[in-house]
């Protein structure tokens, strides 16, 4: 149901003024459901009513009529407010936050029927949360925008920039893109709202693409967006007469960090976030992972959706929200600085010799609060008690990490000795005032009260004993009253409504107000089975005690001022304190994960190295130790350079499907990741260079919503492949062209290895089935086959999982599909298939199935008969295929066929 405008049937009868008002604030916010302060609950009318009650599954009322029509209404505690606003914002809805912003007292003063002064304080979207409620503690809240200058690139093509803003954090980043990268940058910074001009939905290639992108997308008009103004812009946010002190920024990159900025000031109405100045990313800075990549490799979540089984949560160690933020951060967008990965790396063999101490530091974050965070909250007027106190935790923290680092005297490694000044230089005086000044035990909301420790302000004591002594003589009148009525059970009580009153049970009220007492207990109300009374006495007193505690929640309110103005003064310090303890957080952590898991140091340089030394997959090897299986399986991969000068290798890896070809591809792209982050691998050693992208197709499946097939999909993603690495890229891909007819297939596989070998020149790894392909090592230098290990027992396959040089001869896929269980029948006519196959032309197999085959209906399951002596093992025994040219390999096995057909 819409809310009705009256202005276009003036026969209708007005809407009361309070029903004015909300259709007026709400006609400003037509795109967000409005939260409509009345007393202690946020009240929804008309169509946000029935929207917001489906939502939330909470029951839809009505509140009396409008132009003739029931209106619709559901309603929110207050104090429950922040739950519900969880629920709608994860289905996408905004939030217009309308408060009271004036006492109800004076909007008497101006008439019985004024209404209560109300103002939206803030929209509540996706990418603008502060409350920890609303929060992933781990996960940084980004809100991104992206701007376009058409035709800026060197090519004459469209150049894109992305601004990214963390407003619980102050983070505020930004980099310039392209049409090709632009997805592998979204994907990187992982936005819960993404800001985007309204004129990307008139482009037919941007519009497809916003629309498809797995976030909240928030179309703005272009002037947001608007170049020629947008460095003064940001200017004037930062209070600065220049953008030179900030850095050296493109206009497009101007404009879109001015969009981000704009957004936050009017989804934040009055207040402003205490934002770090704009970091640019410089272009290659960081590896470009784009987003099927992160997917398939499930760096940060599944392929569910879930953080467990990811390669964050199998690495994640670390005890505070800010370490957790920022190995994500790290974790999506890995360096490709060798000597910043060294740097972090040097911190991480400190943290390593610290032994026990490290075990210190640990307990000492464990006990710090998330200071970032607390001091956004603080900043915007939404922070209480319990932020100032968390500002005092972090510093005490800092102080214990200073002391226990500083034991090393200057030698500490550039990283951690950087940390270490940050926190050295923290003001450690506001912490011992936040202590002195802060109670034990907090309420949530400054409002409550009850939060400056007693002894910290004299005026505070003398009040608050005023206060708590008063609620002493209200005993003592209670006592007084009951002796001289004569009345045991007689009672002062309080309420809201009345303040302050006596109570009696309604036999001895009637006595109350007889002329024993005349004039003495003024009647005031009748209760079923009870009186309640009044005297002058009660009256003063409830007055003063009145006074007493509006007095003492006045003198602290104007304490935590004070207070906040002292944190708000040193903002920018306590931003580097917090970026401080997050870098020793994270670096301890993965310390731990080295020490615990047995992981090593990687050499990363600028060369095109890819050798690795007994690898292993971090996940998977967590969980075969958590559910008590074997152990991991460790596999080597080296695709350096054979010769100076010259790319990396492809592997062109064969073998049967559950033999651990997959575990293998993602192990090798996960340790280069692990590697550019700055962390130990799981590995015996590890030399890389550089990978500056990393492209990853492993496994696929149908996209409904956007009508692709799996093998669509497929070649969506081997197109951005092929058309986007580099020699310095690492490529994993498995089982290209499966999706579709065999000789289709095998020529699609075919033509992708050539390009990747003559065209991209990547290092690369290329799972398949089709055992045609392995021919390919004979004429490209740079290709070498590989397999997986098995062996067969009894008719079954036993996977070894072990990575060697050559080629699978076959695939076993019988035995796998009979592991997994196909009916005895199936797997004996899946044999007897195959046999057929092998034995005449592969060209035209479905003729020579009808020709030779019966139907499987007439097959029956044949028991196979005991062969006292196979004639082929003598033969078999004698061959060699690691040493056999193809052209050796043919005439053997026409021998072996010879040797058959004479048995039989």
């Given at each position: 149901?819409?809310?009705?405008?009256?202005?276009?049937?003036?026969?209708?009868?007005?809407?009361?003024?309070?029903m004015?008002q909300?259709?007026?604030?709400?006609?400003?916010?037509?795109?967000?459901?409005?939260?409509?302060?009345?007393?202690?609950?946020?009240?929804?009318?008309?169509?946000?009513?029935?929207?917001?009650?489906?939502?939330?599954?909470?029951?839809?009322?009505?509140?009396?009529?409008?132009?003739g029509?029931?209106?619709?209404?559901?309603?929110?505690?207050?104090h429950a407010?922040?739950?519900?606003l969880?629920?709608?914002?994860?289905?996408?809805?905004?939030?217009?936050?309308?408060?009271?912003?004036?006492?109800?007292?004076?909007?008497?003063?101006?008439?019985?029927?004024?209404?209560?002064?109300?103002?939206?304080?803030?929209?509540?979207?996706?990418?603008?949360?502060?409350?920890?409620?609303?929060?992933?503690?781990?996960?940084?809240?980004?809100?991104?925008?992206?701007?376009?200058?058409?035709?800026?690139?060197?090519?004459?093509?469209?150049?894109?920039?992305?601004?990214?803003?963390?407003?619980?954090?102050?983070?505020?980043?930004?980099?310039?893109?392209?049409?090709?990268?632009?997805?592998?940058?979204?994907?990187?910074?992982?936005?819960?709202?993404?800001?985007?001009?309204?004129?990307?939905?008139?482009?037919?290639?941007?519009?497809?693409?916003?629309?498809?992108?797995?976030?909240?997308?928030?179309?703005?008009?272009?002037?947001?967006?608007?170049?020629?103004?947008?460095?003064?812009?940001?200017?004037?946010y930062?209070?600065?007469?220049?953008?030179?002190?900030?850095?050296?920024?493109?206009?497009?990159?101007?404009?879109?960090?001015?969009?981000?900025?704009?957004?936050?000031?009017?989804?934040?109405?009055?207040?402003?976030?205490?934002?770090?100045?704009?970091?640019?990313?410089?272009?290659?800075?960081?590896m470009?992972?784009?987003?099927?990549?992160?997917?398939?490799?499930?760096?940060?979540?599944?392929?569910?959706?879930?953080?467990?089984?990811?390669?964050?949560?199998?690495?994640?160690?670390?005890?505070?929200?800010?370490?957790?933020?920022?190995?994500?951060?790290?974790?999506?967008?890995?360096?490709?600085?060798?000597?910043?990965?060294?740097?972090?790396?040097?911190?991480?063999?400190?943290?390593?010799?610290?032994?026990?101490?490290?075990?210190?530091?640990?307990?000492?974050?464990?006990?710090?609060?998330?200071?970032?965070?607390?001091?956004?909250?603080?900043?915007?007027?939404?922070?209480?008690?319990?932020?100032?106190?968390?500002?005092?935790?972090?510093?005490?923290?800092?102080?214990?990490?200073?002391?226990?680092?500083?034991?090393?005297?200057?030698?500490l490694?550039?990283?951690?000795?950087?940390?270490?000044?940050?926190?050295?230089?923290?003001?450690?005086?506001?912490?011992?005032?936040?202590?002195?000044?802060?109670?034990?035990?907090?309420?949530?909301?400054?409002?409550?009260?009850?939060?400056?420790?007693?002894?910290?302000?004299?005026?505070?004591?003398?009040?608050?004993?005023?206060?708590?002594?008063?609620?002493?003589?209200?005993?003592?009148?209670?006592?007084?009253?009951?002796?001289?009525?004569?009345?045991?059970?007689?009672?002062?009580?309080?309420?809201?409504?009345?303040?302050?009153?006596?109570?009696?049970?309604?036999?001895?009220?009637?006595?109350?107000?007889?002329?024993?007492?005349?004039?003495?207990?003024?009647?005031?109300?009748?209760?079923?089975?009870?009186?309640?009374?009044?005297?002058?006495?009660?009256?003063?007193?409830?007055?003063?005690?009145?006074?007493?505690?509006?007095?003492?929640?006045?003198?602290?309110?104007?304490?935590?001022?004070?207070?906040?103005?002292?944190?708000?003064?040193?903002?920018?310090?306590?931003?580097?304190?917090?970026a401080?303890?997050?870098?020793i957080?994270?670096?301890?952590?993965?310390?731990?994960?080295?020490?615990?898991?047995?992981?090593?140091?990687?050499?990363?340089?600028?060369?095109?190295?890819?050798?690795?030394?007994?690898g292993?997959?971090?996940?998977?090897?967590?969980?075969?130790?958590?559910?008590?299986?074997?152990?991991?399986?460790?596999?080597?991969?080296?695709?350096?350079?054979?010769?100076?000068?010259?790319?990396?290798?492809?592997?062109?890896?064969?073998?049967?499907?559950?033999?651990?070809?997959?575990?293998?591809?993602?192990?090798?792209?996960l340790?280069?990741?692990?590697?550019?982050?700055?962390?130990?691998?799981?590995?015996?050693?590890?030399?890389?260079?550089?990978?500056?992208?990393?492209?990853?197709?492993?496994g696929?499946?149908?996209?409904?919503?956007?009508?692709?097939?799996?093998?669509?999909?497929?070649?969506?993603?081997?197109?951005?492949?092929?058309?986007?690495?580099?020699?310095?890229?690492?490529?994993?891909?498995?089982?290209?062209?499966?999706?579709?007819?065999?000789?289709d297939?095998?020529?699609?596989?075919?033509?992708?290895i050539?390009?990747?070998?003559?065209?991209?020149?990547?290092?690369?790894?290329?799972?398949?089935?089709?055992?045609?392909?392995?021919?390919?090592?004979?004429?490209?230098?740079?290709?070498?086959?590989?397999?997986?290990?098995?062996?067969?027992?009894?008719?079954d396959?036993?996977?070894?999982?072990?990575?060697?040089?050559?080629?699978?001869?076959?695939?076993?896929?019988?035995?796998?599909?009979?592991?997994?269980?196909?009916?005895?029948?199936?797997?004996?006519?899946?044999?007897?298939?195959?046999?057929?196959?092998?034995?005449?032309?592969?060209?035209?197999?479905?003729?020579?199935?009808?020709?030779?085959?019966?139907?499987?209906?007439?097959?029956?399951?044949?028991?196979?008969?005991?062969?006292?002596?196979?004639?082929?093992?003598?033969?078999?025994?004698?061959?060699?295929?690691?040493?056999?040219?193809?052209?050796q390999?043919?005439?053997?096995?026409?021998?072996?066929?010879?040797?058959?057909?004479?048995s039989?």
């Amino acid at each position: 149901m819409l809310a009705p405008d009256p202005a276009t049937d003036t026969a209708l009868p007005r809407p009361t003024p309070m029903m004015e008002q909300f259709l007026e604030i709400k006609s400003a916010n037509p795109d967000s459901l409005l939260f409509y302060r009345m007393g202690d609950f946020y009240e929804l009318f008309f169509a946000d009513a029935e929207v917001a009650s489906r939502a939330l599954g909470i029951t839809l009322t009505k509140r009396g009529k409008h132009l003739g029509e029931d209106i619709p209404m559901c309603g929110v505690p207050v104090h429950a407010a922040n739950d519900y606003l969880q629920k709608l914002i994860a289905l996408g809805h905004r939030v217009a936050v309308c408060e009271q912003t004036e006492d109800p007292a004076e909007a008497k003063k101006r008439g019985g029927k004024s209404v209560v002064r109300r103002a939206v304080v803030r929209l509540v979207t996706p990418g603008t949360l502060t409350e920890d409620t609303l929060l992933d503690a781990g996960r940084n809240n980004y809100l991104a925008a992206i701007a376009r200058q058409r035709g800026a690139g060197e090519d004459g093509q469209d150049r894109f920039a992305i601004a990214w803003i963390d407003i619980s954090t102050g983070d505020f980043r930004l980099a310039e893109s392209d049409g090709l990268r632009l997805s592998a940058d979204v994907a990187r910074v992982d936005p819960r709202e993404l800001l985007v001009p309204d004129s990307f939905f008139a482009d037919e290639v941007l519009g497809t693409f916003v629309r498809e992108l797995p976030v909240s997308v928030t179309p703005l008009p272009g002037a947001f967006f608007d170049g020629a103004t947008a460095a003064s812009r940001l200017a004037a946010y930062f209070g600065v007469g220049t953008l030179d002190g900030l850095g050296s920024f493109s206009r497009v990159e101007l404009s879109a960090a001015a969009a981000a900025l704009a957004y936050v000031e009017k989804t934040q109405i009055s207040e402003r976030p205490p934002l770090a100045r704009p970091i640019r990313e410089s272009d290659g800075a960081v590896m470009l992972i784009d987003a099927a990549t992160r997917a398939n490799l499930e760096l940060v979540r599944t392929l569910s959706g879930e953080r467990r089984g990811s390669l964050l949560a199998a690495i994640d160690r670390t005890v505070t929200g800010a370490g957790s933020r920022l190995l994500a951060e790290r974790l999506a967008s890995p360096s490709t600085d060798p000597d910043l990965i060294g740097r972090r790396l040097d911190a991480l063999d400190h943290m390593l010799r610290l032994g026990r101490r490290r075990m210190v530091l640990r307990e000492a974050l464990g006990a710090s609060p998330d200071l970032a965070r607390a001091l956004s909250r603080l900043s915007l007027n939404r922070g209480g008690p319990r932020d100032l106190a968390g500002i005092r935790f972090a510093l005490d923290a800092a102080a214990r990490l200073a002391t226990v680092l500083g034991e090393d005297g200057a030698d500490l490694p550039e990283e951690i000795a950087a940390a270490r000044t940050s926190l050295v230089e923290a003001p450690h005086d506001l912490a011992a005032e936040l202590a002195i000044a802060l109670a034990d035990e907090l309420p949530l909301l400054r409002r409550d009260g009850g939060f400056v420790r007693a002894g910290y302000d004299a005026d505070l004591d003398t009040t608050r004993a005023l206060r708590d002594e008063s609620r002493q003589v209200i005993a003592g009148l209670q006592a007084t009253y009951a002796a001289e009525t004569d009345i045991k059970a007689l009672k002062i009580k309080h309420n809201n409504v009345l303040g302050y009153f006596i109570e009696v049970p309604q036999q001895h009220g009637e006595r109350l107000l007889g002329a024993e007492f005349a004039g003495r207990y003024i009647h005031r109300q009748t209760m079923a089975g009870a009186m309640r009374f009044i005297t002058t006495e009660l009256a003063d007193l409830e007055a003063k005690i009145a006074s007493a505690g509006d007095r003492a929640l006045a003198i602290e309110q104007a304490i935590f001022d004070t207070l906040l103005a002292r944190v708000i003064a040193v903002a920018e310090t306590l931003r580097m304190v917090a970026a401080a303890l997050a870098v020793i957080d994270v670096t301890a952590a993965l310390a731990t994960l080295a020490e615990t898991d047995n992981y090593a140091r990687p050499v990363v340089d600028n060369s095109l190295a890819f050798d690795i030394r007994g690898g292993r997959h971090p996940v998977v090897e967590q969980a075969l130790k958590r559910d008590g299986g074997a152990a991991f399986v460790a596999n080597g991969c080296d695709l350096g350079a054979r010769k100076d000068g010259k790319p990396g290798l492809i592997w062109l890896i064969t073998g049967p499907n559950m033999a651990g070809k997959s575990t293998f591809l993602r192990q090798n792209g996960l340790i280069a990741i692990l590697a550019q982050i700055g962390s130990y691998v799981p590995a015996e050693s590890a030399h890389l260079g550089i990978v500056d992208r990393l492209f990853s197709r492993v496994g696929a499946a149908d996209d409904l919503a956007r009508g692709r097939s799996t093998f669509m999909v497929e070649m969506v993603e081997t197109a951005a492949i092929l058309n986007q690495a580099t020699e310095r890229s690492l490529v994993i891909l498995d089982e290209i062209g499966r999706g579709t007819a065999t000789f289709d297939g095998l020529s699609i596989a075919w033509a992708a290895i050539e390009h990747l070998h003559e065209v991209n020149c990547s290092r690369g790894l290329f799972a398949t089935h089709y055992h045609e392909l392995t021919a390919l090592s004979q004429r490209l230098d740079r290709l070498e086959n590989a397999t997986v290990r098995v062996k067969e027992w009894n008719g079954d396959v036993v996977f070894l999982h072990e990575i060697v040089a050559g080629a699978a001869d076959r695939s076993y896929g019988i035995q796998v599909a009979k592991l997994a269980g196909l009916p005895a029948s199936v797997v004996a006519r899946a044999r007897d298939v195959l046999s057929h196959l092998e034995e005449t032309d592969r060209k035209s197999p479905a003729a020579t199935l009808i020709d030779d085959l019966p139907l499987f209906a007439a097959l029956a399951v044949k028991p196979q008969p005991v062969v006292a002596e196979d004639p082929l093992g003598p033969a078999l025994d004698g061959l060699a295929p690691d040493e056999m040219t193809p052209r050796q390999a043919l005439e053997a096995l026409y021998g072996l066929k010879a040797i058959r057909a004479g048995s039989a």
